[in-house]
């Protein structure tokens, strides 16, 4: 079957069209608010255990190219992309720290997130090792 490219641009654009969220289309200058980030509502709080870099890591690169550094505020997520903010807070003090994605992992299975020894300072679990955790979405 032979498409012809007309009929593809036409087709490719309604489709494009019907996609476009109200507040995608307006113009930057329209003066109305900006509308929340969709981004929250697609990624839902999630809880499991946390741990942290060994310190064997320092200096290394990390998957999204940058180098592991034990005092910057980071993690390694699975499924958010390299840069996204997060808040994690510590279920068992109630202590939350935000961190930035800069990593791919863990590669444990029984975590959920690892972070950077500072982050995990400021959640006060250095001495355990691992805790409970929520991970949220922030931007």
């Known amino acids: 079957m032979h498409i012809r490219p007309a009929a593809l641009c036409t087709v490719l654009f309604v489709i494009s069209a019907t ?41 290394h690169k990390t998957a999204c190219g940058g ?7 980071t ?23 935000r961190v930035t994605v800069n990593d ?5 299975h029984d975590r959920i997130i690892d972070l950077s020894y500072a982050a995990a300072q400021a959640l006060g679990f250095i001495p355990q090792g691992t805790t409970l955790v929520k991970v949220e979405f922030l931007r």
């Open 19 to 59: 996609c476009l969220s109200p507040s995608s289309a307006q113009s930057p200058d329209s003066g109305e608010p900006p509308q929340p980030s969709p981004h929250s509502n697609k990624h839902p709080a999630e809880n499991g255990y946390a741990a942290f870099y060994s310190s064997s890591l320092e200096g």
């Open 67 to 73: 180098v592991y550094s034990s005092t910057g505020l």
């Open 75 to 97: 993690a390694a997520h699975r499924t958010f992309p390299c840069g996204t903010k997060l808040r994690v807070t510590n279920l068992r003090n109630g202590k939350s720290v």
């Open 104 to 108: 791919h992992g863990p590669t444990s």
